[in-house]
């Protein structure tokens, strides 16, 4: 089991900047990817950054460049860098977690909101 707490979330203007940090409860490169989802109201939860345990990293288009994932292995923790934020960008943003056993396991954060204002 993985458990996943987030935080940083709030409220900010457009333009500015917010970092997310996600806890584990596990040795976080154990975990094969980590990765940042968001759900806006009335739309699908879609992937906002991916980051594998090899280092590889992913970007949707729309965040690109303004977006950066990380992690501190000595923390056990994931990071998400939001800058030059947008009211596009509001949403309720989770953490994922994905490790490999005799089948691909998800873990879900509990969510934390993101509002932008403009």
């Known amino acids: 089991q993985v458990q996943l707490v987030e935080s940083g979330g709030g409220l900010v203007q457009a333009g500015g900047s917010l970092r997310l940090s996600c806890a584990t409860s596990?040795?976080?490169?154990?975990?094969?990817?980590m990765g940042w989802y968001r759900q806006a109201p009335g739309k699908q939860r879609e992937l906002v950054a991916s980051?594998?345990?090899?280092?590889?990293?992913n970007y949707a288009d729309s965040v690109k460049g303004r977006f950066t994932i990380s992690r501190d292995n000595g923390k056990n923790t994931m990071y998400l860098q939001m800058n030059s934020l947008e009211p596009e960008d509001t949403a309720v943003y989770y953490c994922?977690?994905?490790?490999?056993?005799?089948?691909?396991?998800?873990?879900w954060g509990q969510g934390t909101q993101v509002t932008v204002s403009s």
């Open positions: 596990v040795t976080i490169f154990t975990i094969n990817v």
């Open positions: 980051l594998t345990s090899g280092g590889s990293r």
């Open positions: 994922n977690a994905k490790k490999l056993g005799n089948f691909w396991d998800d873990y």
